[in-house]
């Protein structure tokens, strides 16, 4: 479960590129690709190193017009994603 305690990280049997401000990741171990809006790669940039949630939902609310707990909502709910995918995982 993530939640605004988790540190988190990209997996690493995955690569990303950023293509026109939007990310785009392949996962290596299913061949599968994922893209991400520019919000989203905002967020998977900053959680290239392990990242407390917090942390990025501070950082996001700051860089866009977006209520806290709209961005908490969102980044949660992308990072849970990302996770279902495996492409996270949660530090310890």
Avoid: F
């Amino acid at each position: 479960m993530i939640d605004e305690s988790s540190v988190v990280v990209a997996a690493d049997h995955q690569t990303s590129t950023e293509v026109d401000g939007e990310s785009v990741i392949l996962d290596l171990e299913e061949g599968v690709y994922y893209g991400l809006n520019p919000m989203g790669a905002r967020i998977w940039s900053k959680i290239q190193e392990p990242t407390a949630v917090e942390e990025i939902t501070g950082a996001i609310t700051a860089e866009y017009d977006v209520s806290a707990e709209r961005c908490r909502e969102d980044v949660l709910s992308l990072l849970r994603d990302l996770k279902e995918n495996e492409l996270i995982e949660i530090a310890e």
